[in-house]
């Protein structure tokens, strides 16, 4: 089961997945609001869209990494 979700997780186009780490991570700096959490809502909406963008670059980056230690 999780070898088919990782194979459908690959085929997806970047923009694909750039959209399902904004809906989640949006989803959950509302939860944490609603729940009380924080004081302020600027600050987890904030760090939702800070934590979207380095999921996609460490998405982008680490198979760059990899590519390039096996090269050598």
Known sequence: MIEKIKEFWEKLPKTAK????????????E??????????NFIPRL???IIN??????EEAIPEVKKRLEKK
């Open 47 to 49: 760090l939702a869209g």
């Open 18 to 29: 750039v959209f399902v780490y904004v809906a989640f991570s949006y989803i959950l700096s």
């Open 31 to 40: 939860v944490a609001i609603e729940l009380g959490t924080f004081d302020s």
């Open 53 to 58: 963008i380095a999921l996609v670059f460490i």
